[in-house]
């Protein structure tokens, strides 16, 4: 019922997005609104709750707003109602991509639950572990200071600054946020004091590490919000929905309108039009002010893809769509916001978008199947939150701008669920069996009675 009333609300969005993009931006929040209306409770694919909780934030209400108002960012101007229809095509095509990877799937069956030692071991070394890490972490927030405690949008003109934001800034952030994550998880399941003193202790650390006045929203949204996902997004989906769209969606904005303009006196004129939500707008801008591109076959997304070697290094450079002189030219800068399917489209025309909606969705087909709140925490659980949670940044894209702080998270998930193993090698320790009396063997207890050769004792 849920796929059919799907490929209808999509037929209805693509006629009203020929008649005027407005509307058809307007009708993406109903269909994605009637989207999670539907899902329904525990056992329903978390990823399609995130999917449609951040197309309701970054491609619906807000470009419509912004087309209506007729508000433009980046110098660009004033973007033609063709370009509008042809950017919303593109969304619509990436949504069905995502829905048709879907077709067929079973509903998932709820796994066996498991048994108080695997959900719950006691141990304290596995805290101290986690929790030495978070203060190791910390510490090397401050090699850097200059990286981690000064306003957002501060850069210098060192050449190897990107990679040492990575290596001074965004891996340790995200090491305490996600070291945070595996504390109040094992906490709730333990119960003790000493769990809430070093959940409480690693809260107050990343409390520090990610001040949001001079963090990226990219590590804010990929280091805590594994734990919402973790502890409401199978039993709670509305407000799981309602916290990611309320966080985003309205304190972003506000956070920076005080942190960009009231305290270091960057203008934000189109407030409460944010440059956050800019993404459709970029779309749209690029469709109409740059010259139609050569299909890449691949070699556009496999240039945003390597965005972890070196500028030198650099997979396709000429492929990067926001290096065109056509960017510079029409936009006040390069450092915008360009969704991934967009960048489909220049290597493989409309099917693109179609194509890495597909991919993506069937991908995280698996991820549904690992996500389950009371498994045990390991690598491949944290994992498989931050790569939800990397989703959010992902839609918005760009790819280059959002790679760093995924592979970042990832290594943070692998750090914290390697060390939080421990509680699962102290529950598998052998118990030892009590010991038989001297002179009584296997089957000569008290009331066991010897049976024949090869027949079993009852």
């Known amino acids: 019922m849920r796929t059919l009333v799907f490929w209808f609300g999509i037929v209805c969005t693509v006629l009203c997005g020929l008649v005027d993009p407005v509307w058809g931006y307007a009708a993406v929040f109903v269909l994605a609104a009637v989207q999670l209306s539907m899902l329904g409770a525990a056992g329903d694919s978390v990823f399609l709750l995130i999917h449609y909780t951040v197309v309701l934030i970054y491609f619906s209400l807000a470009p419509a707003m912004q087309i209506a108002a007729d508000v433009d960012f980046w110098g660009v101007g004033i973007i033609g109602t063709p370009a509008h229809t042809q950017a919303l095509m593109l969304l619509l095509l990436y949504m069905a991509g995502v829905e048709a990877a879907r077709l067929g799937m079973p509903e998932r069956t709820q796994p066996p639950r498991l048994s108080h030692a695997e959900h719950a071991a006691g141990a304290a070394h596995p805290f101290l572990l986690l929790l030495s890490c978070s203060l190791a972490a910390f510490a090397a927030l401050f090699i850097r200071p200059d990286l981690n405690f000064v306003a957002r949008g501060v ?211 698996w991820v549904d199947r690992i996500v389950d709140p009371r498994r045990a925490l390991t690598a491949t659980y944290l994992c498989a939150l931050v790569l939800l949670a990397a989703y959010v940044p992902f839609m918005r894209g760009p790819i280059l701008g959002w790679g760093p702080f995924a592979a970042s998270g990832l290594i943070a998930a692998v750090v914290a669920g390697s060390l939080s193993s421990w509680f699962r090698r102290t529950a598998r320790r052998p118990v030892q069996q009590p010991g038989h009396q001297p002179g009584e063997g296997p089957g000569h207890g008290p009331g066991h009675e010897p049976g024949p050769v090869g027949s079993p004792v009852a």
């Open 155 to 365: 850069i210098g003109d060192e050449d190897s600054l990107p990679i040492e934001y990575i290596v001074y800034s965004t891996i340790p952030k995200l090491v305490v946020l996600v070291c945070f994550v595996a504390l109040a998880i094992h906490a709730v399941r333990q119960r003790t004091l000493w769990a809430w003193c070093a959940a409480a202790l690693a809260f107050a650390l990343a409390a520090l590490a990610a001040n949001p006045v001079n963090t990226a929203r990219q590590v804010i949204l990929i280091g805590l919000l594994p734990l919402l996902i973790h502890a409401i997004a199978r039993r709670h989906r509305w407000t799981l929905a309602a916290v990611i769209f309320g966080a985003i969606a309205g304190v972003g904005p506000v956070l920076n309108l005080i942190s960009r303009d009231g305290m270091w006196g960057a203008s934000l004129e189109t407030f409460p039009f944010s440059q956050d939500f800019d993404a459709m707008f970029v779309v749209a801008g690029l469709l109409e002010r740059a010259p139609s591109p050569d299909a890449g076959f691949g070699r556009y997304l496999l240039s945003a893809m390597s965005f972890f070697l070196p500028r030198d290094l650099k997979m396709f450079p000429g492929f990067d769509p926001l290096a065109w002189s056509a960017v510079g030219a029409n936009f006040s800068q390069s450092n915008l916001s360009l969704p991934p399917f967009t960048t489909a489209y220049f290597d493989f025309g409309l099917l693109g978008p179609a194509m890495l909606g597909f991919v993506i969705s069937a991908c995280f087909r």
